[in-house]
């Protein structure tokens, strides 16, 4: 069986089949569920004494007012009993009359109790829709970041993608950085460079710096390079997750076929935003069954760039699944992965579908090299669809050849059925490239065309679009002859 399989992979080229008799390649099993019934499940919480938990409940309410030793013993008296003191600071964070004060110091008895359900219970109050105000965010963030427990990285990073509030977002990246993931870099520069608050500012930058000391770089945005980079020389620390924190990641991976986009969504940034062994998970989830969830998987890594390299050699096997094949050519480009290019030359072919075809015209656009410009150039002369014409002339402007498709790309610009603005930007890219090179009548045209821009702090109605477009069309059919000449 073994090697029918393989011979039938050997036959398609790594790229997927329109013919219905074609059973593909590529094996699809139950991964998802599978790994999750191998996990540790979670353990019931065990039920402390409500006598003990209200005990408790009266001495958090007490920290708010105490000072020196009779605080530190009272704190100390919480966390020794850690379950009815989580029990305790919870319902107190979860009332609506609880008192700023008390708040606070039921948020500092849970980071005291620093276990990985205290955790748990931190990055809830971190959670924008659960809890609207930004001090408690920012607090319970703060005290998440000095418990050593990997539990809640999911939960915390998820919060980046709507976090408001700029300390929150420093202790939240804080956090993750201590358990080396690295995707709160982004907002810690923005926040470093643009934050309106001086101070946020100022911490910000203070947090970056001190990461990457942490992480061994002298230079935050060498940090940031390699961490968005494949990292061969696997500079960027490196942690093994806990069990508890695999199962979590498989949760996510779960979450990419439900039904509830936001749901969805979440599970793709944190996927996306996860370190190097959380590729090996999504090179098994591309196996998984369900299609959409295979489909979310493939942009998942799509996402993580040049991280998901060692996911390469599995996308172009992906290819041969026809229904989700072209997710897997976008995921490729977006990845870098330079050895797909002669797969998708052969994903370009008439044997391939429609949606195939233009994904990986679309890739290879991305790629590069002179086997994707002389497959794209075929498809721009020969291609029967005007949509895959239109793509692979788009596809060829960053490659250096967008001369061969400038013709059809300015038709693009009015022709009905056609997409009107991919082919401005591939133009308007076009023009910008040839006038970089020192072409005086690129300059000239470049001008023109952005004269006809419109006004930039508005967005323009549909007819002032079409005008737009009609006007661009005019002013590069004038000048094609003198642009197209060598």
């Known amino acids: 069986m073994l090697g029918l399989a393989l011979a039938a992979s050997a036959w398609s080229g790594a790229c997927a089949r329109s013919e219905p008799a074609a059973a593909p390649s590529f094996e699809l099993r139950a991964v998802t569920a599978k790994a999750l019934a191998s996990l540790p499940q979670p353990a019931e919480p065990p039920r402390p004494d409500p006598a003990m938990v209200e005990r408790l409940r009266g001495q958090i309410v007490d920290l708010a007012h105490l000072r020196g030793r009779m605080r530190d013993a009272v704190l100390q008296d919480v966390t020794g009993a850690p379950e009815p003191a989580l029990v305790a600071a919870s319902a107190l964070l979860a009332a609506q009359d609880t008192e700023p004060e008390v708040w606070h110091s039921a948020i500092e008895a849970l980071g005291a109790v620093g276990t990985p359900r205290a955790l748990l219970a931190l990055a809830n109050v971190v959670d924008i829709q659960r809890c609207h105000d930004p001090r408690m965010r920012a607090d319970a963030a703060r005290a998440?970041?000095?418990?050593?427990?990997?539990?809640?990285?999911?939960?915390?990073?998820?919060?980046?993608?709507?976090?408001?509030?700029?300390?929150?977002?420093?202790?939240?990246?804080?956090?993750?950085?201590?358990?080396?993931?690295?995707?709160?870099?982004?907002?810690?520069?923005?926040?470093?460079?643009?934050?309106?608050?001086?101070?946020?500012?100022?911490?910000?930058?203070?947090?970056?710096?001190?990461?990457?000391?942490?992480?061994?770089?002298?230079?935050?945005?060498?940090?940031?390079?390699?961490?968005?980079?494949?990292?061969?020389?696997?500079?960027?620390?490196?942690?093994?997750?806990?069990?508890?924190?695999?199962?979590?990641?498989?949760?996510?991976?779960?979450?990419?076929?439900?039904?509830?986009l936001k749901h969805v969504d979440d599970a793709r940034f944190v996927l996306a935003g996860s370190p190097w062994?959380?590729?090996?998970?999504?090179?098994?989830?591309?196996?998984?069954?369900?299609?959409?969830?295979?489909?979310?998987?493939?942009?998942?890594?799509?996402?993580?760039?040049?991280?998901?390299?060692?996911?390469?050699?599995?996308?172009?096997?992906?290819?041969?699944?026809?229904?989700?094949?072209?997710?897997?050519?976008?995921?490729?480009?977006?990845?870098?992965?330079?050895?797909?290019?002669?797969?998708?030359?052969?994903?370009?072919?008439?044997?391939?579908?429609?949606?195939?075809?233009?994904?990986?015209?679309?890739?290879?656009?991305?790629?590069?090299?002179?086997?994707?410009v002389d497959a794209l150039v075929g498809l721009l002369e020969q291609a029967d669809s005007p949509d895959l014409r239109q793509t692979a002339a788009e596809a060829l402007v960053p490659l250096g050849a967008g001369a061969r498709g400038a013709t059809l790309l300015c038709d693009c610009l009015t022709r009905p059925g056609a997409d009107?603005?991919?082919?401005?930007?591939?133009?308007?890219?076009?023009?910008?490239?040839?006038?970089d090179a020192g072409k005086r009548v690129a300059v000239e045209a470049l001008d023109a065309w952005r004269a006809l821009a419109g006004d930039p702090n508005r967005t323009a109605t549909v007819a002032e679009t079409a005008e737009r477009h009609e006007a661009r069309a005019a002013l590069l059919a004038q000048r094609l002859p003198d642009l197209l000449r060598p």
Not at 284 to 303: D, G, K, N
Not at 420 to 435: F, R, S, Y
Request: proline share 6%; net charge negative; charged share 25%.
């Open 144 to 260: 998440a970041g000095r418990i050593d427990a990997d539990v809640a990285v999911p939960e915390l990073c998820a919060q980046l993608k709507y976090e408001t509030d700029g300390e929150t977002v420093i202790w939240i990246a804080d956090y993750l950085a201590r358990q080396r993931n690295y995707s709160g870099l982004d907002g810690l520069r923005v926040l470093a460079g643009n934050a309106r608050e001086p101070e946020v500012r100022e911490h910000a930058g203070a947090v970056l710096a001190e990461v990457a000391r942490d992480a061994g770089f002298d230079d935050p945005d060498a940090l940031y390079a390699a961490w968005h980079s494949a990292d061969p020389e696997r500079e960027v620390p490196r942690k093994e997750p806990s069990p508890e924190l695999r199962a979590a990641i498989w949760r996510c991976v779960a979450d990419l076929g439900v039904f509830d």
């Open 277 to 372: 062994w959380v590729v090996d998970v999504l090179v098994q989830a591309l196996h998984e069954q369900e299609p959409h969830l295979r489909a979310c998987v493939a942009q998942s890594l799509e996402r993580m760039g040049a991280r998901a390299t060692a996911a390469c050699d599995e996308l172009v096997k992906a290819l041969d699944e026809p229904r989700t094949a072209p997710a897997m050519a976008t995921a490729l480009a977006a990845i870098g992965c330079r050895d797909a290019v002669e797969p998708l030359v052969r994903c370009t072919t008439s044997e391939a579908g429609p949606e195939l075809r233009n994904a990986a015209a679309r890739a290879l656009g991305v790629l590069g090299g002179r086997p994707a």
């Open 420 to 435: 009107h603005d991919t082919a401005e930007a591939a133009l308007e890219a076009w023009l910008a490239g040839e006038a």
